[in-house]
């Protein structure tokens, strides 16, 4: 009889598709997972809704789940559940040591041009925080670019959410 | 969710999925490069909530968001004609951005206040997102602001505007539609019913 920790703990292994170096669990998008009767319930609560990442990672946690003798049902929570916040520490610092910097907290109001214009975001390759915004988007909805002026690299930035 | 709620939700579907379909065709040809980001981006974003909007609708009606995006014809499209228009222009472009973002913010304010928690809390996610797109819509309307061939372009899609936030206004639709909906459906047509990507 499969346990809801032996899920969590399957699922802690699947690798984000898009960003490898954290996991499914660490993302924070599964916020849920019931076992009954043989039937695994996970309550999955999409990041961004166009990202393409998410069938992958539907189709690899019902992969997991079955692998464990179960049948999966993946739930899809169309609501407001996931946040940034939602990403672990452990998530936090494996994104920062592998070039990306960390989403900054989610506050009570909307995100503004000159918050994101600001000086509050850190270099992940230096620790400075003198970065200057360079384009809203980038490569994946989920992150921005800016720029270093202190060691001159570019980086990702996770926006907020 | 009751009938008129349906039809609303799928009236910002139909908006979000034909103007995430026309925002793609800048990626690659943008003036600049991140623009051709930015644009590419909103517009997965926007095709994203389209299919999150119909498969809200989809569970109510029993049928899937495939079914609701693709196999309906050309005239029983609820979209405003404003997300229809082939803009090849950056300005009537990024005025029709704002106008849309200004319109999208409205009435997403006005679902998040819905009764239904359903509907209330997929437009609340849909709304953190495009607060990023309020944003680069602002700073292009303050950076092009004084220009008169953006001017010209905001006085003239501002009036089609106005259909985006009124049920009663919509129906009709620009000569475009079927062109585009023979674009975006060609791919769906081609395969056999049933076919899992």
Redesign the interface.
């Given at each position: 009889m499969v346990t809801a920790e032996q899920v969590w703990d399957v699922l802690s292994e699947i690798p984000d598709p898009e960003i490898p170096v954290i996991s499914l669990v660490e993302l924070g998008v599964v916020r849920d997972v019931r076992v009954e009767d043989g039937q695994v319930r996970v309550d999955f609560t999409p990041t961004?809704?166009?990202?393409?990442a998410l069938e992958v990672m539907r189709d690899a946690m019902a992969e997991q789940i079955r692998a464990l003798g179960a049948e999966p049902e993946i739930n899809?929570c169309?609501?407001?559940?996931?946040s940034t916040d939602r990403i672990t520490p452990e998530g936090r610092e494996k994104l920062r040591a592998s070039g990306f910097a960390p989403p900054a907290p989610r506050e009570a109001t909307?995100?503004?041009?000159v918050k994101?214009q600001s000086n509050a975001h850190r270099c992940p390759y230096c620790g400075s925080t003198d970065t200057r915004l360079?384009?809203?988007?980038?490569?994946?909805?989920c992150r921005s670019?800016r720029h270093c002026a202190t060691c001159r690299q570019p980086f990702e930035q996770f926006?907020t959410? | 969710m009751n009938e008129l709620e349906q039809k609303l939700i799928l009236e910002i579907a139909d908006d979000e999925l034909v103007l995430g379909w026309r925002d793609s065709e800048w990626t690659g040809i943008a003036p600049m490069l991140?623009e051709d980001?930015?644009f590419?981006?909103?517009a997965?974003?926007?095709?994203?909530?389209a299919?999150?909007l119909y498969?809200?609708v989809a569970r109510e009606l029993g049928t899937t968001a495939d079914e609701l995006a693709f196999d309906r014809s050309p005239d029983e499209y609820r979209c405003a004609p404003i997300v229809e228009l082939r803009l090849l222009d950056w300005a009537q472009t990024i005025a029709r951005h704002y106008l849309y973002e200004e319109a999208d913010a409205i009435r997403l304010e006005r679902l998040k206040r819905s009764d239904d928690?359903?509907i209330a809390?997929?437009a609340?996610?849909?709304?953190?997102?495009e607060?990023?797109h309020r944003?680069?819509a602002?700073?292009w309307f303050d950076r092009l602001q004084g220009e008169p061939r953006f001017a010209a372009a905001l006085a003239e899609l501002r009036p089609q505007a106005a259909v985006l936030l009124d049920s009663e206004l919509r129906g009709a639709h620009t000569p475009e539609l079927p062109e585009l909906w023979n674009e975006m459906t060609m791919v769906r047509r081609s395969q056999p019913a049933g076919t899992k990507w």
């Open positions: 961004f809704l166009g990202c393409p899809v169309l609501d407001d559940s996931w909307a995100p503004t041009l994101l360079e384009n809203i988007f980038g490569p994946t909805p670019l926006k959410i | 991140e980001v930015a590419s981006s909103i997965q974003n926007e095709i994203g909530h299919r999150a498969e809200l928690p359903e809390g997929l609340a996610k849909i709304d953190r997102e607060a990023y944003i680069h602002q700073m």
